[in-house]
């Protein structure tokens, strides 16, 4: 057993030390809001916040991520964030998302940059860019991503 502490909540993980954060997270306790899309850390649609830090969860044990915090989609999203609500505003405004699927890995993305950044502080789209180059869209919306996260920078600002 793993005691991992996601969302605020010590979960006990009944999988192997090696298992990768994202299938504890979706096979063994049913959180599927964090995405599988290429296993190799290429395409970040399996992005989750550990320590206020993303990191791709296809990669990252659970051995790693013991006694750490662990922040997932359900969380940022659930509007007790007030980054994740501004980022899901913005999301919405921009009309950012199409199929959907790198949604949930773009969100964590885009919240973990912009609570690193000063307040008050507005990126430039250079820094956007740079923060969300790990995160692939099968439907090319950057720009639309772009603006969605620099909309949330102004409304945090």
Known sequence: MTTLS????????????????LWALRDTLGMTGTKFGCGAALCGACTV?????????????????????????????DGSDKVGKAVSAAWVKHDVAQCGYCQSGQIMSATAFLKTIAPGKLPSDADI???????????????RIRAAVADAAKALA
């Open 49 to 77: 916040h550990l320590n206020g830090q993303a990191i791709r969860s296809c990669i990252t044990p659970i051995s790693a991520a013991a006694g750490q915090k662990i922040t997932t989609i359900e969380a940022v999203t």
């Open 6 to 21: 996601i969302n605020g909540k010590d979960r006990q993980v009944d999988a192997d030390p090696s298992t990768p954060i």
């Open 129 to 143: 860019d740079s923060a969300m180059a790990g995160n692939i869209c099968r439907c090319g919306t950057y720009a």
